[in-house]
């Protein structure tokens, strides 16, 4: 009975390489969001989608690309993949009206060698 | 620009009770919460503060003065349980968009 749940839980790669995470939730929420977690454990949100629609889109490269098929999942497609892209990215989702309390995924750390 | 501060680290003992303040500037304010996260798990949601007080959930609580820009969590009977990284972060617009906090390291000493 796993809330948010990500897969894969660990990526390694090579620079260069196409990657995807996907992440599906099973609260019923309407909203979904994609966070990057830094190795100084700084979180910052990606992206965000409220019922298969784009709402929040940070400044990301546009190598990161987010696909929300249904509302109970976000996936993330990142393209070219750089050393910097090293980071764990968690999933997260809420309820349209209540942005405050989200549930993470248990996080992918994704590693480019 | 946005700015959460927090202090990067407390120790406290055990049984104890420890304060982990945040300080906000942002260009908006829709509230304050504060989220868990133990070494090699994801962060998880503990409170949300939208109006000035102390709001009560078990052993922790969490404070919030807007006029002062300023919160803090509050743990009480601390375990060795608690050793974990605690996150502020605030709403800016009102909808669902969090900005987090640097994170503050606690750890849990016998």
């Known amino acids: 009975d796993t809330a948010v749940s990500q897969t894969p839980k660990y990526l390694v790669t090579q620079m260069g390489n196409d990657k995807s995470i996907k992440c599906e939730q099973n609260?019923?929420?309407?909203?979904m969001y994609w966070y990057k977690q830094d190795s100084k454990k700084f979180l910052k949100i990606m992206f965000s989608?409220?019922?298969?629609?784009?709402?929040i889109n940070e400044t990301v490269p546009n190598r990161f690309s987010p696909k929300s098929p249904d509302k109970a999942h976000l996936n993330l497609h990142i393209n070219s993949l750089e050393l910097g892209d090293s980071a764990v990215y968690f999933c997260?989702?809420?309820?349209?009206?209540?942005?405050?309390?989200?549930?993470f995924g248990p996080g992918t750390r994704l590693t480019v060698t | 620009g946005q700015s959460l501060e927090q202090p990067s680290e407390v120790t406290a003992v055990e049984g104890a009770i420890v304060q982990i303040n945040c300080t906000y500037q942002?260009?908006?304010?829709?509230?304050l919460s504060w989220y868990q996260q133990h070494d090699g798990g994801a962060p998880t949601f503990l409170s949300y503060n939208a109006l000035d007080g102390l709001e009560e959930t078990g052993r922790f609580s969490s404070f919030l003065s807007r006029s002062d820009s300023y919160g803090y969590l509050l743990l009480q009977e601390l375990q060795m349980k608690d050793s974990a990284s605690y996150f502020c972060a605030v709403n800016e617009g009102g909808g669902n968009k969090l900005t987090f906090g640097t994170g503050t390291q606690l750890k849990v000493e016998l």
């Open positions: 997260a989702s809420s309820p349209r009206t209540s942005g405050n309390e989200q549930y």
């Open positions: 609260l019923g929420h309407d909203t």
């Open positions: 942002t260009s908006g304010f829709y509230g």
């Open positions: 989608y409220n019922n298969k629609e784009l709402i």
